[in-house]
């Protein structure tokens, strides 16, 4: 895992497994992104991080806007681009993974 998506969604926080993830995403120190779908902020592990709203977006302008994050950030730049070039190598049906 080199990032984690937190997608917010009412009665994630409810969630052992969604709790569960976020913890062992905080033990790897990757970098966390939370995101608003509902009315329920973040909690528990990750209660410091203020969620990104979804504010009506399409799934294409939240991706674009999750690219950037990762894009701008030195901890997962490097991995982004190195998955883009995967991308660019390989056609969409024979990726290696």
């Known amino acids: 895992?080199?990032?984690?998506?937190?997608?917010h969604t009412d009665g994630f926080s409810e969630s052992c497994w969604t709790q569960q993830e976020i913890g062992y995403a905080v033990c790897r120190r990757v970098?966390?992104?939370?995101?608003?779908?509902?009315?329920?902020?973040?909690?528990?592990?990750?209660?410091?991080?203020?969620?990104?709203?979804?504010?009506?977006?399409?799934?294409?302008?939240?991706?674009?806007?999750?690219?950037?994050?990762?894009?701008?950030?030195?901890?997962?730049?490097?991995?982004?681009q190195a998955a883009k070039r995967a991308r660019d190598i390989y056609p969409d049906d024979d990726l290696p993974f």
């Open 1 to 7: 895992m080199d990032a984690f998506l937190a997608m």
């Open 31 to 80: 970098k966390i992104i939370s995101l608003k779908m509902g009315n329920e902020d973040p909690a528990g592990f990750i209660s410091k991080h203020q969620a990104l709203p979804r504010q009506g977006r399409s799934a294409e302008a939240i991706a674009k806007h999750l690219n950037d994050l990762l894009a701008d950030d030195p901890a997962t730049s490097p991995m982004l």
